[in-house]
């Protein structure tokens, strides 16, 4: 067929091109249950199933009829080809139905499947994921897998927690699959190499949180300060086993100063509760030098120079400075509403705290030779 001259089909001959592309690509067979025997009705009767050899596509149909994309969607308009939409719709949920098929019947490898449902076939999660992205986004849905129960201050079987990387790919910190998802929210995340000892700011070095030979308990000497001054990792001024804080020195510490989290070295407000203010309303105070402020930035910690308040969208930051040990988590759960982003941060919890909205990225470490 001549380039730029799409085939034209009468109502009879798209119907019957349509029918033998789906049995091009398919076959009928004896649906078999676990053990291999053929399956059959309660007439007696074999079941058969239709097995796609080839996924059957709108993409792949316009391929074998001969046509561009322009052109099925001319014929599957109403009011331009009223005698052929009702094919090219009938065409169309075919594919729909093998493709929720694949969604309830494979175990992996589904967001594909759901990004087509959601973007070519309109499809939305019945329950909708109201706390765990974004809050401007009103209408993108995930898959549900815990919802609130009639305790909760949520109406009950309303949808908390989402199965990370199946929502839309807005939720990917790339927008591609293969990107990190769900940053903004759903979980909080724990994260390690990072704590606060009676307020001082201790991490370990460089990544070598990310090396499970680095241990990160209490008492372990991997676990540096931050200089204010220049800042490089000194030892720690403030342990664990200490029975109260250090409240001054030479290191970076956190004092609550006008309703707000400051990075300093000397502490005045320490208090053994829980704490807040808007990620953008954190500052470093004066001695707090420009190698440890660049340091702080990198961790996340404190906000870019000459950002405003605004830019950060309403994340949150949460710390205890008044007690011996308190580990940190990031980016806001299901319940976090317009306080969950990836500036998020709730540093007033313990080593051994376990909540329903905590949750962590698994690594894959490959064997080293």
Same mark, same amino acid.
């Given at each position: 067929m001549a380039a730029g001259r799409p085939k034209k089909y009468t109502k009879k001959g798209l119907r019957e091109a349509i029918e033998r592309y789906f049995r091009s690509i398919s076959r009928t067979i004896p649906?078999?249950?676990?053990?291999g025997g053929i399956i059959r009705n309660d007439d007696g009767e074999e079941i058969k199933v239709v097995q796609f050899v080839v996924p059957p596509s709108v993409t792949g149909m316009c391929l074998y009829l001969g046509i561009d994309r322009s052109t099925w969607q001319n014929y599957a308009d109403a009011a331009l080809h009223p005698e052929l939409a009702g094919i090219c719709q009938g065409a169309r949920t075919r594919i729909e139905a093998y493709l929720e098929q694949e969604l309830l019947t494979r175990e992996k490898g589904v967001q594909g499947i759901i990004f087509n449902l959601q973007n070519n076939y309109g499809w939305k999660q019945k329950q909708e994921v109201e706390l765990g992205k974004d809050t401007?986004?009103?209408?993108?849905?995930?898959?549900p897998t815990t919802f609130y129960g009639p305790d909760s201050d949520q109406p009950e079987g309303t949808t908390a927690h989402v199965a990370t990387g199946t929502g839309p790919l807005t939720w990917s910190h790339d927008k591609?699959?293969?990107?990190?998802?769900?940053?903004?929210?759903?979980?909080?995340?724990?994260?390690? =190499?990072?704590?606060?000892?009676? =307020?001082?700011?201790?991490?370990?070095?460089?990544?070598?949180?990310?090396?499970?030979?680095?241990?990160?308990?209490?008492?372990?000497?991997?676990?540096?300060a931050i200089n204010a001054a220049d800042g490089?990792?000194?030892?720690?001024?403030?342990?664990?086993?200490?029975?109260?804080?250090?409240?001054?020195?030479? $290191?970076?510490?956190?004092?609550y100063v006008s309703s707000a989290w400051q990075w300093t070295t000397?502490?005045?407000?320490?208090?053994?509760?829980?704490?807040?203010?808007?990620?953008?309303k954190v500052t470093a105070a004066a001695a707090v030098g420009n190698a440890a402020k660049i340091l702080l930035r990198s961790l996340a910690l404190l906000?870019?120079?000459?950002?405003?308040?605004?830019?950060?969208?309403?994340?949150?930051?949460?710390?205890?400075?008044?007690?011996?040990?308190?580990?940190?988590?990031? =980016?806001?759960?299901?319940?976090? =509403?317009?306080?969950?982003?990836?500036?998020?941060?709730?540093?007033?919890?313990?080593?051994?705290?376990?909540? $329903?909205?905590?949750g962590f990225r698994a690594a894959y470490i490959p064997e080293i030779r």
């Open positions: 649906a078999r249950d676990d053990t401007r986004e009103s209408n993108y849905k995930a898959i591609t699959l293969s990107g990190i998802w769900d940053l903004n929210g759903n979980v909080w995340e724990w994260q390690g =190499g990072i704590r606060l000892v009676w =307020g001082e700011l201790q991490i370990l070095a460089n990544n070598d949180a990310a090396d499970p030979d680095n241990p990160q308990n209490t008492t372990s000497v991997c676990w540096k490089s990792l000194v030892e720690p001024e403030c342990e664990v086993g200490d029975s109260s804080a250090k409240l001054s020195g030479s $290191t970076v510490k956190l004092d000397t502490v005045a407000s320490s208090q053994d509760a829980s704490r807040s203010c808007a990620f953008g906000p870019d120079e000459g950002a405003q308040e605004a830019d950060y969208e309403g994340d949150y930051f949460w710390w205890n400075n008044g007690v011996a040990e308190r580990c940190v988590s990031r =980016g806001g759960s299901w319940g976090s =509403g317009a306080g969950a982003g990836v500036f998020s941060l709730s540093g007033h919890i313990s080593r051994g705290d376990a909540y $329903t909205p905590f």
